[in-house]
């Protein structure tokens, strides 16, 4: 999954996609280095990061949806909590809602239900402003996994069945350097959940902390958490470095498969 933020704010890449021409171009670039969906975001979720009204996040992810549509055979994945932007997304040819406050906003669980796309829901306490303000957990892979087991059951009761999710354990939300490394190395604690993973780990601040590398220094990290997320059984990698991923990706299919 290649990353399109066509925000000003994003933590790596804010401002850089926000023009129709570039972020065309850069999900061409993403799709030809090997990416099978575009995720693409118009609300930034890192820390400390402001709050988007309904109509400035669709002017931003609408107009890319239907062109990426039209232009790229690729899903496109909207990164996005808003119930408005979920069902314009799917009317102009979207194929996974991305939401990283699994479907609580007010509305979401029906719109996204309406659409009949699939949906990804991960783990956050709080919102975006605030949610590394102290987070504590007693077992961080047991709550998240207890969190998204109850997020999964609203989609059901809202007519969202368990074939149509897919669970990310949210690394970098409302979690500290400890808690995303004891969620990444306890990983498999999900799977009895039944569902397939996503990994979102590219470029952030456990790899910057661990390795004391700002964020453009961050591309070797990321490969190496990609490797083992893969190994660990992640279905879905989002990152930023498509076509250096999907060599580790290729790579490690090739080993896995031998004879």
Same mark, same amino acid.
């Given at each position: 999954?290649?990353?399109?933020?066509?925000?000003? %704010?994003?933590?790596?890449?804010?401002?850089?996609?926000?023009?129709?021409?570039?972020?065309?171009?850069?999900?061409?670039?993403?799709?030809?280095?090997?990416?099978?969906? +575009?995720?693409?975001? =118009? #609300?930034?979720?890192?820390?400390?990061?402001?709050?988007?009204? !309904?109509? #400035?996040?669709?002017?931003?992810?609408?107009?890319?949806?239907?062109?990426?549509?039209?232009? *790229?055979?690729? @899903?496109?994945?909207?990164?996005?909590?808003?119930?408005?932007? &979920?069902? /314009?997304?799917?009317?102009?040819?979207?194929?996974? +809602?991305n939401?990283?406050?699994?479907?609580?906003?007010?509305?979401?669980?029906?719109?996204?239900?309406?659409?009949? *796309?699939? @949906?990804?829901?991960?783990?956050?306490?709080?919102?975006?402003?605030t949610?590394?303000?102290?987070?504590h957990?007693?077992?961080?892979?047991?709550?998240?996994?207890?969190?998204?087991?109850?997020? &999964?059951?609203?989609?059901?009761?809202?007519? +969202?069945? =368990? /074939?149509?999710?897919?669970?990310?354990?949210?690394?970098?939300?409302? $979690?500290?350097?400890?808690?995303?490394?004891?969620?990444?190395?306890? &990983?498999e604690?999900?799977?009895? *959940?039944?569902?397939?993973?996503?990994?979102?780990?590219?470029?952030?601040?456990?790899? =910057?902390?661990? *390795? %004391?590398?700002? !964020?453009?220094?961050?591309?070797?990290?990321?490969?190496?958490?990609?490797?083992?997320? &893969?190994? $660990? =059984?992640?279905?879905?990698?989002?990152?930023?470095?498509?076509?250096?991923? @999907?060599?580790? @990706?290729?790579? +490690?299919?090739a080993?896995?498969?031998?004879?």
């Amino acid at each position: 999954m290649g990353i399109l933020n066509v925000t000003p %704010d994003s933590f790596s890449d804010g401002g850089r996609f926000s023009h129709m021409d570039q972020a065309l171009r850069h999900a061409e670039a993403m799709v030809a280095a090997g990416a099978s969906l +575009i995720d693409i975001g =118009g #609300e930034s979720t890192r820390p400390g990061a402001r709050a988007v009204s !309904v109509t #400035e996040e669709l002017e931003r992810v609408a107009p890319m949806v239907e062109a990426i549509n039209q232009r *790229l055979d690729v @899903v496109i994945s909207v990164d996005t909590s808003t119930p408005a932007v &979920m069902r /314009e997304a799917a009317r102009l040819g979207a194929g996974l +809602i991305n939401d990283v406050r699994a479907l609580e906003r007010d509305g979401a669980l029906d719109a996204a239900a309406d659409t009949g *796309l699939p @949906v990804c829901l991960m783990h956050m306490r709080g919102e975006p402003g605030t949610m590394q303000d102290d987070p504590h957990y007693d077992d961080v892979s047991a709550e998240v996994t207890r969190y998204l087991e109850q997020r &999964m059951a609203a989609c059901a009761a809202a007519g +969202i069945p =368990g /074939e149509r999710v897919i669970l990310d354990p949210g690394f970098g939300f409302a $979690k500290t350097l400890a808690h995303n490394l004891s969620l990444f190395k306890h &990983m498999e604690a999900l799977y009895r *959940l039944q569902r397939p993973l996503l990994v979102g780990v590219s470029r952030k601040s456990m790899i =910057g902390l661990t *390795l %004391d590398r700002p !964020v453009g220094e961050r591309l070797y990290g990321s490969l190496a958490l990609a490797a083992l997320a &893969m190994t $660990k =059984g992640a279905s879905i990698l989002r990152v930023h470095d498509v076509a250096e991923t @999907v060599d580790v @990706v290729r790579m +490690i299919a090739a080993v896995q498969h031998a004879e």
